[in-house]
């Protein structure tokens, strides 16, 4: 196994001070591009040290070329594990840097463009993941589309069907494609969101989803149990990636974050380690149908 990574990233005395608002005021249209942004967002964890955790595990990672599933398909690799990653066509600028970053850790990477609302496009993931890296531990529902509005008239029909396809259709269609192959001591781990739990009154489609994957989640892990699959959620509140910069006024996006008790946005980087957590037998082997919120000092949905 190569454990390069865990020796070329030593810990400084202090953890690194992280990006606060006001940020530069920005937009970019649907779906947005990490290399874009300003501040980039943070995802190579400079601060972590791996130790093996995923040694000869393979995962597949949707959402895998910005954001959170950069950050989890850079800790991935370095804890050992070889990663496919799966992300629109017209995002491929920043898959290609998240694939540099995982060979850099010593791992291999599969690239597969596609849209996980293609059922038929997420059987082909499975099965190139399978045929190029060899097997599948872990599955990581990452893929996400949100976009606000003020008024619910504003949300059309097709706004509606669209989230649920990409959020929930999507998460249901790469699980199912995926299951039947991964192993007794495998791991499927979830994105949520704070607004599956509370709600956000310019976000009625895109919070009703982030529920539904809540409920999916704890469903899921009752469902799998015997099969000895674990199934946990992620629900953080807002994080530095391109899916808030595409969908903010220039202006709105300078202030992101600013009302979090932490006066910022979580960076990708100080999510990623919790779906280490999650994916690791020797972290949670006890550990299913959890949905773990990561919002920056806020108690409400504890």
Same mark, same amino acid.
């Given at each position: ?40 967002? @943070? ?6 040290? =791996?130790?093996?955790?995923?040694? %000869? /595990? *393979?995962?597949? $990672?949707? +959402? ?28 491929? @600028? ?6 540099? =970053?995982?060979?850099?850790?010593? %791992? /291999? *990477?599969?690239? $597969?463009? +596609? ?188």
């Amino acid at each position: 196994m190569n454990h390069k990574s865990s020796e070329s990233h030593t810990p400084s005395t202090s953890p690194t001070p992280e990006p606060q608002p006001p940020f530069p005021p920005q937009h970019q249209d649907s779906p947005g591009i990490e290399d874009e942004m300003q501040p980039r967002p @943070r995802y190579q964890a400079r601060d972590y040290i =791996a130790c093996g955790k995923l040694a %000869r /595990k *393979v995962a597949l $990672i949707t +959402g895998g070329d910005s954001g959170i599933g950069r950050a989890v398909a850079v800790l991935f690799a370095r804890e050992g594990a070889n990663v496919a990653i799966v992300y629109l066509p017209e995002e491929q @600028r920043d898959a290609d840097i998240v694939a540099e =970053a995982v060979r850099a850790e010593g %791992r /291999k *990477v599969l690239q $597969i463009p +596609g849209n996980v609302t293609d059922s038929l496009f997420c059987q082909e993931a499975v099965k190139q993941t399978i045929d190029e890296l060899g097997q599948l531990d872990i599955l990581v529902n990452n893929a996400a589309f949100q976009k606000h509005h003020d008024k619910l008239e504003d949300v059309t029909d097709d706004q509606w069907e669209w989230t649920f396809r990409v959020n929930v259709f999507g998460y249901f269609a790469m699980t199912k494609a995926a299951v039947k192959h991964i192993p007794r001591g495998g791991t499927i781990i979830n994105t949520g969101s704070i607004t599956g739990l509370e709600g956000s009154k310019k976000l009625l489609d895109y919070s009703a989803t982030k529920g539904a994957i809540h409920a999916f989640t704890k469903s899921l892990a009752q469902n799998l149990l015997e099969r000895g699959i674990r199934v946990n959620c992620i629900a953080p509140g807002p994080v530095w990636t391109p899916l808030n910069v595409q969908d903010r006024e220039a202006k709105e996006v300078s202030k992101f974050g600013s009302d979090t008790e932490m006066g910022r946005p979580a960076q990708p980087e100080e999510i990623a380690p919790a779906y280490v957590y999650f994916a690791s037998a020797a972290d949670s082997s006890y550990v299913t149908g959890e949905v773990f919120t990561l919002l920056g000092g806020d108690t409400r949905a504890a």
